[in-house]
């Protein structure tokens, strides 16, 4: 069974190189190979038929040494908390570059936004809040 592309081991290989090319002690490369804090949470919503669906969200807050954790809310049908990682990790990198005081966070909602009403995408919005 082969297994398909994961972007947090991707983010992490990424990682790994600018790490050696900048020479990071071991202590500082284990720091910020992985995130902070992840979150992960049912958000139950009713929906316009009256039916009650839940959802699986997520969020990582990958380092904050810089400010505080920056970084929106995504819905996607094939969310997975690696992505989410994955691009909690690489917003702290874009701060960082740009030398913007904050540091990187990523949310993740799984469901498909074309197939939600705007209550129910809203609800879901509030639901992940």
């Known amino acids: 069974m082969t297994r398909g592309f994961n972007a947090f081991e991707s983010a992490q290989a990424q990682f790994d190189h600018a790490a050696d090319i900048l020479k990071l ?15 992960s949470f049912v958000i139950p919503v009713r929906m316009d038929d009256g039916g009650i669906q839940v959802f699986r969200g997520f ?18 049908p094939q969310e997975t908390l690696d992505s989410i990682r994955a691009l909690a990790m690489w ?13 990187g966070g990523k949310g993740g909602v799984i469901c498909d936004p074309h197939n939600l009403s705007a209550r129910e995408q809203e609800q879901i919005c509030r639901g992940w809040v």
């Open 25 to 39: 002690d071991k202590s500082s490369r284990d720091l910020l190979r992985y995130p902070l804090r992840e979150y």
């Open 59 to 76: 969020r990582v807050q990958h380092n904050d040494a810089r400010g505080p954790c920056k970084g929106g809310v995504r819905f996607h």
């Open 91 to 103: 917003m702290t990198w874009k701060c960082a570059v740009v030398d913007i005081p904050l540091g």
